[in-house]
């Protein structure tokens, strides 16, 4: 079956940029999106097609795709931006989420 | 805004049958995609299948020879059973809305937990 590995973790000082990364066999040739889940809630969409933005997303989110990594990207990264991050794409017709990452804001 | 709101029991035996509803507002289910999702404690999503408005579904593999998805638009509602569960079933569910043509879950339940325990 189709995986999609995430870092256990990453940790960021506020302002600074975290990368999330999001590793899957020819990933870039399938979309990729991403969801951010604070504690006790559920997730939240913040980006699709690997880069687009849904409204309400600050600008501040912003996502890549190619070869066999996805990547997250906060920059400017705010407190409330401390949550877990999970990738999904699709391998024919089931959505795979990733491992999840917990970002930290320092 | 859409709105889905997953009901059931909170606590389900061994081998017996999960049952789960999820109510939408605010939009139609004859159209669009609607799906179940499930997240163990402390652990990662896992789709569970999908529904489509015209009655067709998809299942995750691992979980397709215990799974039924059904829906039923009078009432605005689509609904989960999983036979023969066990503790590892344990999970908060949730329902949410499918955009299968860019392929993200839009809307998402609050969720609700169901545990499996004698």
């Known amino acids: 079956s189709y995986e999609l590995t995430q870092p256990p973790s990453v940790s960021v000082s506020p302002g600074q940029t975290a990368s999330i990364t999001c590793s899957g066999d020819?990933?870039?040739?399938?979309?990729a999106c991403w969801y951010q889940q604070k504690p006790g809630q559920s997730p939240v969409v913040v980006m699709y097609?690997?880069?687009r933005r849904p409204s309400g997303i600050p600008e501040r989110f912003s996502g890549s795709n190619s070869g066999n990594t996805a990547t997250l990207t906060i920059s400017g990264t705010q407190a409330m931006d401390e949550a877990a991050y999970y990738c999904?794409?699709?391998?024919?017709?089931?959505?795979?989420f990733g491992t999840g990452t917990k970002v930290t804001v320092l | 805004q859409v709105q889905l709101q997953e009901s059931g029991p909170g606590l389900v035996k061994p081998s017996e049958t999960l049952s789960l509803t999820c109510t939408v507002s605010d939009d139609s289910i004859s159209s669009y995609y609607w799906s179940w999702i499930r997240q163990p404690p402390g652990k990662g999503l896992e789709l569970i299948g999908y529904?489509?408005?015209?009655?067709?579904?998809n299942y995750n593999p691992s979980l397709k020879s215990r799974v039924a998805i059904s829906m039923d638009t009078s009432k605005n509602q689509f609904s989960l059973k999983l036979s023969s569960v066990t503790a590892a079933d344990t999970a908060v569910y949730y329902c949410?809305?499918?955009?299968?043509?860019?392929?993200?879950?839009?809307?998402w339940g609050q969720g609700t937990l169901v545990t499996v325990s004698s």
């Open positions: 949410a809305k499918l955009i299968r043509s860019s392929g993200y879950f839009d809307y």
């Open positions: 020819k990933l870039g040739d399938k979309y």
């Open positions: 529904i489509h408005y015209s009655g067709s579904t």
């Open positions: 097609e690997d880069s």
């Open positions: 999904q794409a699709w391998d024919s017709s089931t959505a795979v």
